[in-house]
């Protein structure tokens, strides 16, 4: 199979190799797309990735308090320069705003999965088209 871009020059075919799986070749010599296999399709290794991400996050925000009572009551203050401050801060922000998105990440894509949404028109202009 070739499909052509309505207004432009790129193209894809699709064809099966040796073994009988799909593949895809773009106009890129160096980009070739495959099918995977049933086991790394259900994504589970994705989803202990994420929540082992999410985990540190949520511990690093959990435990931040839990260090400065501890460095306090053995009299040992956190010596860092200004620029060492500022990282920490910003880790902190990136900390938070991580936890706020994942779960809203998380429940928009079950959502759609029990509605038996997919991605298509109704969700992006250019496949609309």
């Known amino acids: 199979m070739l499909f052509h871009s309505v207004d432009g020059p790129e193209k894809i075919a ?21 099918e995977v296999n049933a086991t ?3 994504q589970m290794l994705n989803y202990v990735v994420i929540g082992c991400a999410g985990g540190v996050i949520v511990l690093t925000i959990l435990l931040w308090p839990v ?8 009299g040992k203050p956190l010596t860092l320069n200004e620029g060492a401050r500022k990282w920490r801060r910003w880790a ?10 994942l ?27």
């Open 14 to 34: 699709f064809v099966k190799d040796s073994a009988g799986r799909l593949v895809g070749y773009l106009d890129f010599p160096f980009i070739v797309v495959q």
């Open 92 to 101: 902190k922000i990136a900390c938070i705003i991580d936890i706020i998105y």
């Open 103 to 129: 779960p809203s990440a998380a429940s928009d894509r079950s959502a759609g999965r029990s509605r038996g949404l997919a991605y298509d028109h109704c969700c992006d202009p250019v496949v609309g088209r």
């Open 67 to 74: 260090a400065a009572m501890l460095r306090k009551h053995y």
């Open 40 to 42: 790394l399709d259900k």
